[in-house]
């Protein structure tokens, strides 16, 4: 077997040059080493004062109070309130309205004839001037026969009551003859008012109830004190029952 000699020129020849390529790439390396900037930070001259900012310091604590504050703040109105508890009142006592009696005063159904009689507009001319006369009311013997104490006069009719006024206020069991007598006080337009019961005739008949509830209807002419009318006054009223049958021209009780 023939084995070819080992060419020692060819191999010194590139040994070379792999030594050579080594070298070079060894000096790039240690050139980019040598260049490359330094990245330290820099250092401090140790002759600088160091200085401290109090103030800065007394403001952080401040603002570090106020944010403590409003924290609470938040906390207490996030809170849930306490439900006021609920003021217990005594009850207020309700007054019961007093009962009213009942109207002495019902309506009354009268025929044309009927509101004829009692229109005062259709009473003769005598009959209205009749309160023009100078003379003085009889009074009732002895003072303080009215109620409280005070003087009586007697009654003179202005128009005497007819007896569709009289009739619906006399009691159904009332006896067939009787009277009523009451007290009024005088008011204007010849009317009467606070009528009160002085006696009855027979005693428990009703007559003298029946003549102070249908006493709103009544007029009466003033009592005079010389000449004048004395309005105000009391006069003593009576009113004489008959039970009779009631014709056509409306008469009726009197007096």
């Given at each position: ?19 050579f390529a080594l070298v ?164 204007d337009h010849y009317h ?13 008949s009703g007559f003298a ?47």
């Open positions: 077997m023939n084995i070819p000699p080992i060419p020692w020129a060819k191999v010194r020849q590139r040994a070379g040059g792999l030594a070079l790439n060894l000096l790039l390396l240690l050139a980019l080493f040598t260049l490359s900037p330094r990245f330290e930070p820099p250092r401090q001259e140790d002759r600088l004062p160091v200085t401290f900012d109090v103030e800065a310091g007394e403001k952080t604590e401040q603002a570090q109070a106020k944010a403590e504050k409003a924290q609470k703040r938040e906390q207490d109105s996030a809170a849930p309130q306490k439900a006021a508890e609920p003021v217990v009142r005594p009850p207020v006592p309700v007054e019961k309205p007093a009962e009213q009696p009942p109207s002495p005063f019902p309506f009354l159904t009268l025929s044309r004839e009927q509101m004829a009689s009692a229109d005062i507009g259709n009473l003769p001319k005598a009959a209205q001037g009749a309160g023009a006369g100078k003379g003085d009311s009889a009074a009732v013997s002895g003072p303080g026969e009215g109620p409280g104490g005070v003087q009586l006069f007697e009654a003179e009719w202005y128009r005497r009551p007819s007896h569709a006024e009289l009739s619906p206020y006399i009691p159904a069991d009332a006896p067939a003859r009787g009277y009523g007598l009451v007290a009024c006080k005088t008011v009467v008012e606070n009528c009160q019961t002085l006696g009855e005739s027979p005693m428990g109830r029946a003549v102070r509830l249908a006493a709103w209807q009544f007029l009466v002419l003033p009592p005079r004190v010389n000449g004048k009318v004395m309005v105000g006054s009391w006069v003593r009223i009576r009113i004489d029952y008959t039970r009779t049958v009631v014709g056509d021209d409306g008469a009726g009780p009197g007096e």
